[in-house]
């Protein structure tokens, strides 16, 4: 059968938000402008796209964005007028607009235009050459489609060779305004990110409001915590003169990490109609830094554009629900909050614990209560606590065995079909995975080796899935609810312990509250030896979490409780992970059940099967190479001798799947 060309979605759909941010698909266009390469802070380069294509070939001020962001050397570079494929592009909504932006599976193609020959005649000459590996192969029918592509879309919006270059030189000499507010200085103009910490104030004609983005500048206004000092807590629209006045609905934070700004129009009709508010995440383009009325304190002022009178320069940032649509520097931002909600947290179970120990001391001396000595016992045990919180951070190499040669699995057939990064790391066993790490230190003249709970360590091992859970397909997505900033912070940095509601519980969720759905399940991994080897074999179970699962099934989570067809393609890419497991746990579990009716009707079994526990199920499947991390989550704990990260919390080895992908054809959603 031939080859059918890539489905295309036309970018009217995306631009008019009928294609979900997060949904990846097909786009092809003519190039009318094109962002030179800049490096990001990261070690990546950006650059931009942007085309139309017959659905937006009317309207000038229709075209589609494109970010790409890849190293230097795997950058396209489009001509005006050449015709782009995108394969595979992430729909994301960026400071409230709708684009496109790549990932790690995202495929560019570029033709150039004069070299397109006329239809039937295919497109394949005019091809670019390649500068990164594809995921997908261009077929006849795609080439095919380019050429009627191309000579059948209006090209009036074309911008001659000679507009299209000086745009495109011009997009390097952008100067980089962005400035965290500890390094703004006056009558400069910067671009901030920052968060509203306090309730916009409106005034007719314009807005003054307090933002923050948690780092701190010497001349702005300070903030005392009132159980910091015994002095009344300043109000943030009192001038120094009159800074005893009280405040009481400050909720931004404290010290000189706030500044005031005063918004114009347009900006200030843009507030009111996007309804920015406290808690709310902004972009600040062009603020202006200047002294404020007392000649003390900074401030900021965003006046309207002269050349541009309707450009807003305030703008609500989106995608707080996807860290990698999220501008890293507001992903920094939300870092710096945390860090500041937690050093907070710290501080005033200080002052408390302080407190308390005040007046312990003071009840003491009302006693005459001498103080006593730590005996010897106490010293000792002293001593080994603090080497033990010092081997938390540290991992002594000569504890790691070497990784399982090449050769000892060579034996094994391997499923093809599932695609693993890295296959120059060497392979390493389950046993090596879950062996004990022990870092060796001295106590006193005495060598001591202390267990650690975890380290930070990547694996690649040839493993077969032996089980899974959930039991039930249909629970592998779960809702992400709406209303906590900091999930897009990574597992290392977020406590999930913390969370005050377990989203499992979807049945008591309203359909408003869930800002999303996300991947996490787990799978119970056996180590692949040779069939013939009839001894034990080590297992582990290892988390699949939402980028994990992406990467491995090539699809979004959905609801999959009210999705049959999305369920059903679910289980078909996971019949070439696991063969016919699922098959035999659905058996095994409805014997179970079925055997728990008859115990409570007292009914004897209906076959010798149903008589005891079913044998463990040995299911049907070839085992594959994977990625496997191994990490450290913080779990509460009562028990004060096992917390050993701090009070009430104590690590959990974790591992991870990572990096795997089962490599099978797959229809990319269209419109």
Known sequence: ???????????????????????????????????????????DYKAQVRFYDESAQDVDSKSLTMNVFRARDAMPNPASGDVVVILRAKVQTYQSELSLMTNYQTDIYVFTASSIPKPPQLAEKALHPVVKKPSR?????????????????DKDRVPTPAEYHHKVEASLQVKEKFSLLKDVACDRFVDVIAEVVKQPYDLGDKFTLWISDYTEHANFFNFIMKDLDSHVRPGPRNSAASSNAADGDWSGPYGKHSLQITCWEPHAAAIRANGISVGAWVSIKNLQIKYGRNSSNLEGYLRGDQEFHSKINISILDNLDDGDAMDPRLLDTIRRRWDYEKNKKSQLKAISEAAKAGQK???????DSKPRKSNSKARRSEKRQAAKNAAVSATNPENKKSPTPESDVSKIKLNSTIKCENEKQPLSTVAELLEQVYFETLIDTDAAKLPLPFINANYRASVRVKNY??????????AKLKGDIYDVLSDAESDSSDSSEDVTMDRFVTSERIAGWEWRFHLLLEDARDPDDAGQKDQVWVTVDNHAAQCLLNMNACDLKNSKSEVAKLREKLFYLWGDLEEQKSKKLQRRAKADKQARTNAPPADSDDEGPSSGMVPANRPFSCCIKQYGVKMREADEAKADAGEGRRWQRMYGLFGTQISVPDMVRTE
Request: hydrophobic share 50%.
């Open 361 to 367: 001391r003071r009840a003491a001396l009302e006693d």
């Open 1 to 43: 059968m031939a080859a059918t060309a890539a489905p295309f979605t036309p970018i009217d759909h995306v631009l008019e938000g009928r294609v979900a941010s997060g949904t990846f698909i097909n786009v092809i266009g003519i190039v009318i402008d094109f962002r030179a390469p800049i490096p990001t802070k990261k070690t």
């Open 137 to 153: 192969v261009l077929t006849r029918a795609d080439f095919a489609y380019v050429s009627a592509f191309y000579h059948r879309v």
């Open 469 to 478: 859970l959930p039991h039930r397909l249909e629970e592998f997505a779960f």
